[in-house]
């Protein structure tokens, strides 16, 4: 049974950092590339962040880039984003996603196979 369990979010302040960790089980971890996702209310969940099997290549989305750091540790089967100077617009539940490995990361939700439960993000200014 696969499982992707995150964990980590919470109550901040804008300017404030968080770090979120998305635990996996039942795959291949290593042969997985792992992405973010958030969801605010009453918006379409969007993509953040995503890594390939390897660690080798990362893509981000424009809103978060140069703020927000997706890692991987593929021997604690562990993905990880370091999100730094929060902004209120940052507020979201964000999930982790995993695929079988890709030529490139894909940014479309409906290409992930696994999903976690997610973690709420808020940001308060």
């Known amino acids: 049974q696969v499982q992707l369990v995150e964990s980590g979010g919470g109550l901040v302040q804008a300017g404030d950092s968080l770090r979120l960790s998305c635990a996996a089980s039942g795959i291949v971890f290593s042969s997985h590339t792992m992405g973010w996702f958030r969801q605010a209310p009453g918006k379409e969940r969007e993509f953040v962040a995503g890594i390939n099997w390897s660690g080798g290549s990362t893509y981000y989305a424009d809103s978060v880039k140069g703020r927000f750091t997706i890692s991987r540790d593929n021997y604690k089967n562990t993905v990880y984003l370091q999100m730094n100077s929060l902004k209120p617009e940052d507020t979201a539940v964000y999930y982790c996603?995993?695929?079988?490995?890709?030529?490139?990361?894909?940014?479309?939700?409906?290409?992930?196979?696994?999903w976690g439960q997610g973690t709420q993000v808020t940001v308060s200014s």
């Open positions: 996603a995993a695929v079988l490995r890709k030529l490139t990361i894909p940014r479309e939700g409906a290409r992930y196979d696994y």
